[in-house]
């Protein structure tokens, strides 16, 4: 069995430990939701207020030149690039998620396709339901034909490609169980149908190492608020394979993406490369904010990257797993995560199965929130407002409840007393009490 | 002849000379490019620090609750509604200009058509880049046509409209001129022909009274950082009127637009009304700003609102035209922005006509700006890129030098100063140095 004594011995020896100190983390509180919000970066506060008192303030309208703000979904894509195995050049921050997947997605839909008939893009049912509303519109736009695959098995991914698929569109780590997809293989599959590539890396940048050139990946897009720490609502960002790059063009064709934008021309140029996925002006305060979230994970470079931070996440959520299944046993908790490790992302997902039909999920997450433990609770699609939303039968998915870990800042002791924090709410049954089962608007 | 005494005097008569206060401007600076980038307010920097240090570094995912950070985009456009002659509810604040003008064009040329033959766009060729762009997109995909006219004359904007007309998209006040279109009477003509008509309020929200509601307009987009001083980049705003609001969708269908967004269904269902215009999640720290922003403007109310900021607008820029016109008598300047009040936004633009061609307003400008009086340059379209354009031919537009005349924060004896500058960099015929010519990446 292991021990606190033991979890205290491998913070001794992680070589990452002292990276926690990078952030503002508050007293009392182990975070694991990291996936949905990373943490605040001590550097972000004193950054931003010199954004706004003397960039802005003092600098005024000059600081565009200045302070080069005009450059920064470039200069902050470049950052990006270096955690998505993309090259210098390749990525903007900018918009959202879901803008940025609404222009790569366009942008794929119009590849001149020597077979007509492509007219599909294949998805999982079980993905960010962000992106399949995205889907949803363009295929309503285009006449094209969104479908959804019911099981995240590799096999029976690359069994759906066929002449009439224009894009596989995935999710790389499933936003609730957790799974990875095997991105080279599966994009390798799609370009023997001749099918493109478009990739949601919203839970693998800075999470999982990821090397969009080695997968020969087509599209990606991805999230600044959750494992890149840039606070909330941060610019997202879209990277595009040099070989597309000026091969489309995206319809959100604001100036900013304009080959010259100062020459107030009424002509829509689009600009070379990345630059043509931009729109409008960017929200420049949450930009600097981004930076300084981005450079902790560049922080990590030195002690191994990506590689030591993907070792210690998988030493993270193995214990997790571990602990949660032996010292927590008997209350009918079912891991929903993978196993394996080359099929899991950062995060570990349980359910709790219950003979009265009521999971407990939501109220057990809100108890350990009492308790000083972050995590969430991610609803199943089980109730009855989903049979209404016309794409196909709920499957039952069972509501969860979700841990995020992220070796920046949580360490061996953390995950200790996080399932301890579990085991005596679900020993105590607290978690039962009304003030816990009080839905909020955001869940 | 007007005096530095005279100047003086009208600001010691001035009942909004006090809400300067609310700014933090440099020492030393006049600032006449509020309609570019408005400046700080002084409530700025202490706000964005607690949603830093306190939202999201203390209350971290909580926040999203707590804090009501969900919210922001309503809550922000209820604001926005009290300054365009909106309801609440009717307002969003959320994403760029640019993206929201694609929301409401795309929406606009959705709508059922008794006569299918609608899909022309009437514009103006002077109209801001960015809006032009976004329409050229949405015709290449919808298959449209961008019809721009040379002249915003009220009469020939009215004749250019019937039934192949499906939107007339204006800019209310014009981003170079500074010319304002007459609202309510563009759109009943537009309504008489069966067209919708969307209007960009960039430099209108703030800056002069708008009532979309008394115009009767169907769509309104506008700009965050202008003359509501949100911040560079700040999040930008969209209304539609609530007889359009549940009709169509737009097709950045993001979970945040969704009717549940946290039931995570993958079936889209929009929202109802005009939360369906918002896509993807929000930069909450950029919002904060916004905030803080439209409460300057909002801060004039109990002096009289924007009646008494346009009264004072119209003295400054009155003040500034004929100062300059006196004062700097000889150097060739001539007035480009109409003279009529009610054609007359918050701005005032000069050209100069030069024997040699070169017109040397970027380099006045520059000059002006080393000696403390911020206004700013827009090239003029006689440069032989805009030949390439395939929008038809350049027209000639001068070069102008543009200054915002914001009356929350400048007076009357900033105009006298600000023309003394002016003068004194024309007779000393310092911009001619070659420091003022060197051109920057924004200009």
Known sequence: MITLQDCRALDTQDPLRKLRGLFAL??????LDGNSLGPLPEATAPRVARAITQEWGEGLIRSWNSAGWFDLPQRLGDKIARLVGAHPGEVVATDSTSINLYKVLSAALSAPQADARRSVIVSERSNFPTDLYIAQSLCKERGCELQLLDDGDADAIAASLDERVAVLMLTHVNYRTGAMHEMAAL???AHRKGVLA???LAHSAGAVPVDLHAADAD?????????LNGGPGAPAFVWVHPRHADRFEQPLAGWWSHAAPFDF???????????RYLCGTQPILSMAALECGLDTVLAAGPLGGMTALRRKSLALTDLFMELVESRCAGHRLALVTPRQHDHRGSQVCF???ASDGESGAY????????RGVIGDYRAGNARASHAQDGLGHARGLPDILRFGFTPLYI?????WHAVEQLRQVLESGEWRRPEFNQKHAVT
């Open 26 to 31: 508050p007293e009392g509180v182990i975070y």
């Open 187 to 189: 994009t390798a599959a």
């Open 198 to 200: 478009v990739w949601d």
């Open 219 to 227: 599209f990606a897009i991805g999230c600044g608020y959750k494992y």
């Open 265 to 275: 021309a009424p002509g829509y140029r689009p600009a070379a490369g990345i630059s």
């Open 351 to 353: 359910t709790r199965t």
């Open 363 to 370: 109220a057990i997450v809100q108890a350990l929130i009492a």
């Open 411 to 415: 360490g061996f002791e953390d995950v």
